[in-house]
């Protein structure tokens, strides 16, 4: 059974980097051909994909971020982990780490193609 678990600190001062972490157990984050995700939703709106490591280590990002968004990862935890830098309060949400077979990338996103979800954490931007 494969299960994902978001880790991170719940509140986060504006202009500071947010950081979470996805530990996937029951499954290796380098199995061909899967792709790990980070999806948030924000208050009263729908789910919203920020970017991807795939099996082989290669990133793809949500343009409309702008280049705050750093996806990495740890194979030897089996974890991979969001960096999301300068962050205001549009930035709350609730976080979740996904995982599904075959990319996907881009905005365009298909949920029910995802195969994996963590349960998401709630991170709130405020000073």
């Known amino acids: 059974q494969v299960q994902l678990q978001e880790s991170g600190p719940g509140l986060v001062k504006p202009s500071q980097t947010l950081s979470l972490t996805c530990t996937v157990s029951?499954?290796?984050?380098?199995?061909?051909?899967?792709?790990w995700s980070w999806v948030r939703q924000p208050p009263g709106k729908g789910l919203g994909w920020m970017g991807l490591?795939?099996?082989?280590?290669?990133?793809y990002y949500n343009p409309s971020l702008k280049g705050r968004t750093s996806i990495s990862r740890d194979t030897s935890k089996n974890q991979f982990s969001l960096q999301l830098s300068a962050v205001t309060p549009e930035d709350t949400a609730v976080y979740y780490c996904?995982?599904?077979?075959?990319?996907?990338?881009?905005?365009?996103?298909?949920?029910?193609?995802?195969?994996?979800w963590g349960q998401g954490t709630q991170v709130t931007v405020s000073s």
């Open positions: 029951g499954s290796s984050i380098t199995t061909s051909y899967y792709a």
């Open positions: 490591i795939a099996y082989d280590g290669s990133t």
């Open positions: 996904a995982g599904r077979n075959g990319l996907r990338i881009g905005v365009d996103q298909r949920w029910s193609e995802y195969d994996y």
